[in-house]
């Protein structure tokens, strides 16, 4: 199968125009008299640019065609070498130009950040029209990045253009041309899917190790929830122990992840003590679950750590309160993160209470059974739709970090009651989720058994590798014997 990179584009249209329907054609906008440097320059050079079709990428070859025939080669490293010279003639431009790379903030439009990068207002609006052309900017997101250009003309810098991400594979551009105008493009990039493996050893921690080994966020945070229910991960995870993740993800040319999809397989060596899971679907389930290699499945009654990314800040038992100075028992344990990060049920089941409660600020209360409730304060807000009454679910999101009440700064305090008496979250001993019998454990087997082959064939191609790099490592050392 080809896959081209999707390219379209239009004449430049005075600012002011209708956007079209079409949300990948050429956009322009009128802005500035264009200035000597960009008539001399930019009629060379991006009209060059243009007439080749060519574009700017996120990152520089993000073109993976899957071919298939010699013609179909042919036909993707010729696309593949048109996109390189459009790449090299539509950046030459701003080769010594000013570049600034801004953060999305929250609420933010893209004319206000254009102009905090130090736009003029009149740029601003017509660089952002044509970029409506190809995407509405309401779509970007706080923290999305937006690298920003600028040529500065007698001391005074006018905007050159400038570049963002929209979404995995594909990347919105602007320019300005000889006319003065800006016009936008979006390109969206072709990748190839493959299953990745990764494994190794916990160096300073596990989230930057998997990161190191090819893991995204995404993945990283999947992992962490399928152990969230019977490890510590601040105080359980130690340099040296050894993890392996299996999943899907679409990769470009360069091998580079563009999107991660999900997880299949995820082992952890903790305090000596292996686990490993495998994600399978049950006939007659909704989704899928995590079972270990019996089929037994990872889910617990109640999470230990109904947050992911936190560190834990306080402990269960007595100590010296931060506040008001005299020791008392702290009924919880406390995880510090970030104002804004989720927070997790722990477990199935109904809200009790969701409102301001004394010294536990913005305090959530949840009845599991007859038997277990778990409570979480100081948070900044409620989740949407959090209200007395309502059922949640494992892992849904029901408030976000704050430091509410009786607080020195942003964390969850989490609390466990058994038969209305606090408990310690971190030696909560509870029942398991179902177990496979039958004619369902006889298909985790089977998908078992294929992933473990994935994962063997690609430990293997891993082993090839090195064992290369370490002879073609040592052969000038024998040379010089």
Known sequence: MNVIPYRREENAAPAGSRPAADARKLGAAQGAPPPRWLVAVGAGVLTATLAIGGFWSW???????????????????????ERRAAHEA???????QEHQSLEVGRGESLARILTRAGASPADAGAATTSVAAVFDPRRLRPGMPVNVYFHRDEGEAQLAG????????????VNRIATGAFTAREVIMPTRFEIAHVSGAVAESLYESALAGGATDGIISQMTEVFGYDVDFQRDVRPGDP???VFGRRIDENGETVIAGELSYVSLTTRGQFREYYRFMAPGDRQPEWYDAQGRSARKFLMKTPING??????????????QGYNRMHRGTDFAARTGTPILAAGDGVIQRASWFGGYGNYVRIRHSSQYDTAYGHMSRFARGIRPGVRVRQGQVIGYVGSTGQSTGPHLHYEVFHRGRQINPMTLRVATGRNLEGEELAMFLQEKARIDRIREMRGQEE??????AIAGAAAPAARRM
């Open 59 to 81: 990152n520089a070859g993000l073109f993976d065609g899957i071919t298939s025939g010699e013609a179909s080669r042919r036909a993707a490293a010729a696309a593949l070498e």
């Open 90 to 96: 539509f950046t030459s431009v701003y080769s010594g």
């Open 162 to 173: 400038l570049a963002f991400r929209a979404e995995p594979g594909a990347t919105v551009t």
């Open 243 to 245: 993890f392996e993740l």
């Open 310 to 323: 936190a560190r834990l800040s306080s402990g269960f038992g007595m100590r010296r309160h931060p506040i």
């Open 463 to 468: 082993a090839a590798v090195e064992q290369e």
